[in-house]
């Protein structure tokens, strides 16, 4: 199940298996110490692979958490691991992911794998086969629970068949009648089931279930006490001993509690040691517990040649000395505290949770913790944007992002940032202490938490709904992560996270809901919003991408939250499924009804992109909100094939609705009415984004003071004396005439705080539009906020050409502005570049900058590969050094970003000249001695930047030790690439 069919790679002599927990192997020094039988070959082998660097060597190194903290740091795996012996072998180390941190940040790791467990489905599939040993009957079992998904053939596979909702067999024998009952006990405790996503625990909650006559155990300790139980009940029936008298480990006799004891206290000595394996000479001492042949607890194996013992398994040597540390210790919360940061005794501390329920006083220490920072981490907003989008939105700092890449998404990494501290949310699982939820609840900074960079295991998902569920607080946040494109794994966790939430107090609440979910199931969506403390949601943020579903279905279940304020919903590639006509009809009826008679709502962005039309959805969403008498904020995008709306829909919302203070509506060339006769509008309506409609809809509005046109011109004339007051403006510009009279107009307007330009057509950038342009930057003392673009940032190599002239003009106005806070504008990379950098770099008022690099009209004859290497050397010699130059001279800059499309992407650390990798790291050593930069975000447009992201990796410790010498209170300044 774990590993079907052939290695991919068959290209090794010699594969050589290495358990780290063996300490001759821990403490190799030679690669012929690494063999655990020592051969009369051994020595010619090992010198034959180091003649050849390890070339044609497959080692695992089994075991990394096992190692001791020394060793990590230098041994010869470590060594072989690093490259810096036999490097040309091939390595894949095991390790459990609280361990993995230090391997991760090892430039010589080249994939990271993930055992997050077995599958719902295959849970099933492993208690079938375990307990019905008729192979026949069980795969009659299996079959007569199997459902083949529609369109699929007859052949049953992980992809294309499921498992019933709920098990039944007509099968007579006991096996199978115990397994369908194992399965459907699984699902009532989800808990538990979460628990057999590992293994191993997987195979003992099967044997705990059928020895206790059908209990399932709750926690890990109470599983691991039950098993090991049952192993001594089994071991003592070869005695005079009735294992049924055997109750508990607590209620032993004499003749196996001494044992017991003296297994605990080797357990506990050795595993303070990181010792996992004994000699019979360090077992002498466990004379009682020899004579019951370790209670069964034990197995031998052989080690050059010497008989060696060790423990069933790495965690029942750990429960064991937590036994010893819960029962025998006389001071265990000292214990406990000794070894709290000790990562080898992570699952040891687990257990001893589970057998204290940490009740002591002492243990709330770990669970008070001063401001732990768990809230999202996101892309900083100019100050464009955020003028921009507080006009429609209440938190327009949240921006579902759909992440065609890992690199596209609002997030952001620090080394600054607090990370989940799974350890402490397993602890109050394994306790089942509600106190302790709502004292670590309370230690999170604003109550928000955030698991977008979050790498948890099913089980930890557990932990995490155990915590809230008892938090006793109102969430004023929970974002609960995007799950990557692994759709199967986010509903795993999110069912879950969805079962453990049961509380039905009215302290557990949650305030804002945030989400992406990719390809995800309708019940999926219907299991997060039903949970008490998640059905009083207020403000719900979610992207719904690949999902297949009837969109006015889905709105239908959000919309039937009774608290709900804020709903922004994105909707991406649906496949909607075919359903009734007349049903279809009466649930849009009723989405209609739903949003006209809701008095919660106060904002609504939808967006939905996809092949199937949604017309008959759209048009009683639209209707809903005409009638609707709470919503402020609208904003609906829509791009979908036909049919088109039909006449007097849009009319009618304009006319009719006297509430809408702000309404952003695009929608598909396709899904607009062939006509449109706006004839009234009676919105308050004080921003405005309408797309195509805009130039209808604008000579019957006045007095707005956000207006976002992006596709038709308007005359500047007209908009600034219809609206007066107008502060943030965004306006397409195709001529050079109507640029000339927006700047000549600006030279003496006092109220526009921030303007986007889109330069549509080359003929605009005239010298007298450059002029108009530079009196206009230095008569204007109030405008803030500064964008000129062409407004085609998705497209690689764009049409229009900005001569060469065009950045003096720039320079000139700039150089006698104190107002402007942020600007954002594309420059060619020329000759001067050089002038432009000095006069931002006296320019203090200057706090954000964006600058996009591009051609120089010059090289437009060349092609697109020579283009790219020229560019690429002009932005490594020229753009760099003049950005660090510009740095070091402003004291006041907080947020950079540069984007360059034409970087070559094959540049890389290795081949690239040395020249240019001294100037990124001068220029690394600036961002992070800068006493302002908060962020510095680099672009290569669809290329990548291997030679800028290779020399930050490789100094980042050095930097981020340096800064926090120098600038102690200073958060670290965030370095991001990211591409489109």
């Not at 009319?651 to 607009?672: H, R, V, Y």
Request: glycine share 2%; hydrophobic share 35%; with cysteine.
């Amino acid at each position: 199940m774990w590993s079907n069919g052939p290695l991919v790679h068959q290209q090794y002599d010699l594969v050589l298996y290495c358990p780290l927990r063996n300490s001759k192997i821990a403490t190799a020094t030679t690669l012929a110490d690494l063999f655990v039988r020592q051969r009369y070959e051994v020595p010619m082998v090992a010198e034959w692979f180091e003649k050849r660097n390890g070339e044609g060597l497959l080692i695992i190194f089994d075991g990394w958490d096992e190692l001791s903290e020394q060793l990590r740091q230098s041994s010869l795996a470590t060594s072989i691991i690093c490259k810096e012996k036999l490097d040309q072998s091939s390595v894949i180390i095991t390790s459990r992911s609280y361990a993995s941190s230090s391997l991760l940040k090892m430039d010589t790791l080249s994939r990271h794998v993930q055992v997050i467990g077995f599958s719902k489905k295959e849970i099933s599939t492993v208690i079938i086969q375990t307990l019905q040993k008729d192979t026949k009957l069980a795969q009659e079992l299996i079959d007569e629970n199997t459902i083949l998904l529609p369109g699929c053939n007859m052949i049953k596979s992980l992809f294309n068949a499921r498992y019933k909702s709920h098990f039944t067999t007509t099968q007579s024998s006991k096996d199978s009648q115990l397994a369908v009952k194992l399965i459907n006990d699984l699902k009532v405790q989800n808990d538990v089931q979460s628990l057999c996503y590992v293994p191993l625990v997987c195979s003992m909650v099967i044997f705990v279930y059928c020895k206790e006559g059908g209990q399932l155990p709750t926690t890990l300790t109470q599983l691991y006490e039950n098993f090991i139980l049952q192993t001594i009940r089994r071991h003592v029936k070869r005695h005079d001993i009735n294992p049924h008298n055997l109750g508990s480990l607590s209620s032993l006799p004499s003749q196996l509690a001494k044992p017991l004891q003296e297994m605990c206290r080797i357990a506990y000595t050795n595993l303070a040691v990181t010792r996992m394996t004994f000699s019979s000479h360090q077992l002498q001492s466990l004379s009682e517990a020899f004579k019951e042949d370790y209670l069964g607890l034990m197995t031998t194996f052989t080690e050059y040649d010497e008989e060696k013992y060790q423990f069933l398994h790495l965690s029942i040597q750990e429960f064991l000395a937590a036994w010893w540390i819960a029962k025998h210790e006389k001071k265990t919360e000292e214990v406990f505290n000794d070894h709290f940061d000790d990562d080898h005794f992570r699952m040891c501390l687990r257990f001893v949770a589970g057998l204290t329920h940490l009740e002591h006083e002492s243990y709330q220490q770990f669970f008070n913790v001063q401001q732990l920072d768990l809230q999202c981490q996101r892309k900083p907003l100019f100050g464009f944007e955020t003028c921009n989008f507080s006009y429609f939105y209440q938190n327009p700092e949240i921006r579902l992002i759909r992440p065609l890449s890992q690199r596209l998404t609002d997030h952001v990494r620090s080394d600054d940032f607090d990370n989940v501290p799974i350890l402490l949310l397993q602890l109050l699982y394994e306790s089942q202490n509600t106190k302790l939820c709502q004292v670590l609840a309370q230690s999170i900074s604003n109550h928000s938490l955030c698991l977008d960079r979050a790498s948890l295991s099913l089980f930890d998902w557990l932990c995490l709904s155990y915590c809230i569920n008892n938090s006793n607080i109102t969430w004023n946040h929970l974002h609960l992560g995007s799950g990557g494109n692994d759709s199967m794994n986010i509903y795993q966790s999110l069912s879950i996270f969805t079962a453990g939430l049961t509380s039905n107090s009215l302290q557990t609440q949650c305030k804002r809901l945030e989400v992406m979910l990719y390809d995800p199931r309708d019940e999926l969506i219907h299991k997060l919003l039903q949970p008490s403390p998640l059905y009083s949601i207020q403000e719900c943020y979610f992207a719904l991408l690949f999902f297949r579903n009837v969109p006015c279905f889905v709105l239908l279940q959000f919309l039937n939250l009774p608290q709900l304020k804020i709903l922004h919903l994105i909707m991406n590639q649906c496949i909607i499924p075919t359903v009734d006509n007349t049903y279809y009809t009466d649930k849009c009826t009723e989405l209609e009804k739903c949003i006209e008679m809701n008095s919660t709502l106060q904002e609504m962005k939808i967006k939905y992109e996809a092949l199937s039309e949604i017309t008959s959805t759209i048009i009683s969403f639209m209707r809903g909100v005409t009638r609707n008498e709470t919503i402020k904020s609208l904003a609906i995008h829509v791009d979908t094939p036909p049919p088109s709306l039909p006449e007097g829909v849009t009319e009618q919302l304009l006319k009719d609705n006297n509430t809408l203070q702000s309404l952003s509506l695009n929608i598909s060339d396709d899904l607009l009415p062939s006509s449109l006769n706006i004839v009234e509008v009676n919105m308050p309506l004080t921003a405005l984004d309408m797309g195509k409609m805009s130039s209808k809809l604008l000579p019957h509005i006045k007095g707005l003071h956000c207006l976002i046109l992006h596709v038709d011109p308007y005359p500047p004339h007209l908009l600034f004396l219809s609206h007066p007051s107008l502060h943030t403006l965004t306006l397409p510009l195709d001529t050079a005439e109507s640029a000339i009279k927006l700047f000549t107009i600006l030279q003496t307007n006092t109220t526009l705080k921030a303007l986007s330009v889109e330069i549509k057509e080359e003929r605009v950038y005239t010298s007298s539009m450059g002029t108009s342009l530079q009196d206009m930057l230095t008569q204007n003392q109030t405008l803030k906020y500064l964008e000129i673009s062409d407004g085609n940032k998705f497209i690689l190599f764009r049409d229009i050409t900005i001569p060469s002239s065009f950045l003096s003009f720039l320079t000139t106005g700039l150089r006698h502005n104190t107002s402007l806070q942020q600007l954002i504008v594309s420059i060619q990379l020329n000759g001067e570049i050089k002038s432009f950098m000095n006069v931002i770099s006296q320019r203090n008022n200057l706090t954000e900058l964006e600058m996009s690099f591009e051609p120089d009209p010059s090289y437009s004859t060349y092609s697109e590969a020579e283009k790219k290497q020229i560019l690429t050397s002009l932005f490594h010699e020229q753009v760099l050094p003049a950005v660090t130059n510009m740095l070091q001279s402003h004291a006041t800059i907080r947020l950079l970003r540069i984007e360059c499309e034409y970087i070559y992407h094959a540049c890389n650390y290795n081949s690239s000249p040395p020249n240019w990798i001294k100037l990124a790291q001068h220029l690394y050593k600036t961002i992070f001695i800068h006493p302002s930069l908060e962020y510095v975000g680099i672009n290569p447009g669809h290329a990548t930047t291997p030679l800028l992201e290779d020399t930050l990796e490789d100094q980042k410790k050095t930097l981020i030790d340096r800064h926090r010498k120098e600038l102690p209170h200073k958060p670290l300044p965030i370095v991001e690439f990211s591409g489109y």
